[in-house]
């Protein structure tokens, strides 16, 4: 064994062979964990493995409203700001942008769990922060307020959340930092930057209803690019000349996978028209002259998306209005800009083209 390690002879371990060992080590750990739990009683359901879950990572801006928090932090720097958390750690705090769609995931995970006891493919959600672990009491008493299913938190203490991200296996990460999540997008997570609603509207409690643009969201930014360089007519040619060949795929098609995957389990059990997911695309594309090889590359993937409204250019936010969806993914600042107005929780996706031409603030 000794001359395993040196050289480069066949025995040496492969890429694979390592990732197969973390594997099998990983699901050791994973099974000693649940034995350990599962000898204690309990009537809260256990947190689903990872590798199963579809996991949403939210920071605790995103979750909760910190501005004024947020301001002790800027202006009297880290010392003040955890003194600040610490003697306000009974004082609940308000929800922020992304604390109505959380509460639409749980709702999805319990309309799951009594059609499914014992599967493990719903959402967890992480708590995924970079305070530090002695705000965590204030955060705590806040999610127990609440009733929300919160078990994992990851309180990186000024560090990047992303090498935590990787490994808790996100399949979207929503945080108040436009800079984190540029990062994130970089490293292939779905992610988007939280925007608050300027209006109060009223949200479903009973259905999950998530928003999609489609170019540099759904998409990759392909077209967006013609658009910018070429104009429009030379986009509505190069689409008409391209129906029938797939769009490649943009950061959020994953994100709409696993809802469509969810949905199908309802749908299995004869729940489509009582399906709590509803999914909607958005899009400033025209029907007519763009819009069939959007439906055909949908169709290409084997997805469905609810409701395709297709708006040839006007303003989405009154569109939005009428939909209230939990949260809306666009990559351009201007559309979250005149989603938020109208009252719509609006996500940026700093993705494609758009990005150079508006940079997010």
Same mark, same amino acid.
């Given at each position: ?56 990572? @939210? ?7 910190? *501005? ?9 720097? *880290?010392?003040?700001? @955890? ?18 769609? *959380? ?52 309180? +990186? ?12 296996? +996100? ?24 925007? +608050? ?29 013609? @658009? ?27 994100? /709409? ?23 909607? /695309? ?26 395709? /409204? ?33 009252? +719509?929780?609006?996500?940026? *996706? ?12």
């Amino acid at each position: 064994a000794a001359g395993t390690m040196s050289g480069s002879g066949p025995e040496q371990p492969q890429p694979a062979d390592i990732a197969e060992a973390q594997l099998q080590e990983a699901e050791q750990d994973w099974a000693a964990a649940k034995a350990f739990y599962d000898n204690l009683v309990s009537k809260r359901p256990r947190p689903p493995k990872p590798q199963h879950a579809i996991t949403v990572a @939210v920071s605790s801006r995103a979750l909760f409203d910190l *501005v004024e928090e947020r301001r002790i932090y800027e202006e009297h720097g *880290v010392e003040k700001y @955890v003194e600040y958390q610490q003697l306000n750690e009974n004082v609940t705090l308000k929800p922020g942008p992304a604390f109505y769609f *959380v509460k639409a995931l749980e709702h999805v995970n319990a309309r799951l769990l009594e059609l499914y006891p014992d599967d493990e493919e719903r959402f967890d959600i992480v708590l995924m922060t970079n305070n530090h672990a002695q705000v965590g009491v204030r955060l705590i008493n806040s999610i127990n307020h609440y009733g929300l299913t919160i078990e994992r938190f990851c309180m +990186t203490g000024g560090k990047s959340p992303i090498g935590y991200l990787t490994a808790y296996l +996100t399949n979207l990460y929503l945080s108040a930092d436009s800079e984190k999540v540029q990062e994130a997008i970089e490293a292939g997570i779905a992610s988007a930057t939280m925007f +608050t609603a300027n209006k109060d509207v009223p949200y479903s409690d009973t259905q999950l209803r998530v928003a999609f643009d489609g170019d540099a969201v759904l998409f990759s930014d392909e077209s967006e690019q013609i @658009v910018k360089e070429q104009g429009l007519d030379r986009f509505f040619e190069h689409e008409q000349l391209n129906e029938n060949k797939p769009l490649a795929q943009g950061p959020l098609k994953g994100f /709409l996978e696993d809802l469509g995957k969810l949905q199908k389990k309802f749908y299995a059990k004869n729940e489509r028209l009582n399906c709590p997911i509803r999914t909607f /695309l958005v899009t400033a594309r025209s029907a007519a002259s763009s819009g069939a090889r959007v439906l055909k590359t949908l169709r290409s993937w084997g997805l469905e998306i609810d409701e395709a /409204l297709f708006l040839a250019g006007a303003p989405k936010g009154p569109i939005l209005v009428k939909i209230r969806p939990h949260i809306f993914f666009d990559d351009q600042m201007f559309h979250v800009e005149g989603a938020q107005k109208l009252g +719509t929780i609006a996500a940026h *996706v700093p993705y494609g083209v758009a990005q150079k031409y508006h940079k997010s603030a």
